[in-house]
């Protein structure tokens, strides 16, 4: 069995207030990979999107079909030193 949530508008779960349900894609998984199915798509055959990356390097692609439309990354947060000298 997949794990799954459900996600409502407001505090109470009602039928009504659902906005849309998430699971996982296999009970087994390295990396995430979440499948996300809107209230309209009832037989989730196919969801509406898809969440793939690694939560914990902060890495994760969102896809509506095969196109990436959202990305969240880590910012570098390196600091790159230029060596400088004064001439004379």
Do not use: Y
């Amino acid at each position: 069995m997949h794990e799954r949530w459900e996600v409502c508008k407001g505090d109470d779960f009602d039928d009504d207030k659902l906005l849309f349900s998430v699971k996982k894609s296999s009970v087994i998984d390295f990396k995430t990979h979440l499948l996300v199915f809107l209230k309209e798509n009832e037989s989730e055959e196919c969801p509406d999107f898809e969440v793939k990356g690694n939560f914990f390097d902060r890495e994760v692609q969102i896809f509506h079909g095969d196109q990436v439309i959202a990305e969240v990354r880590t910012a570098s947060r390196s600091c790159h030193h230029i060596p400088f000298f004064v001439g004379s």
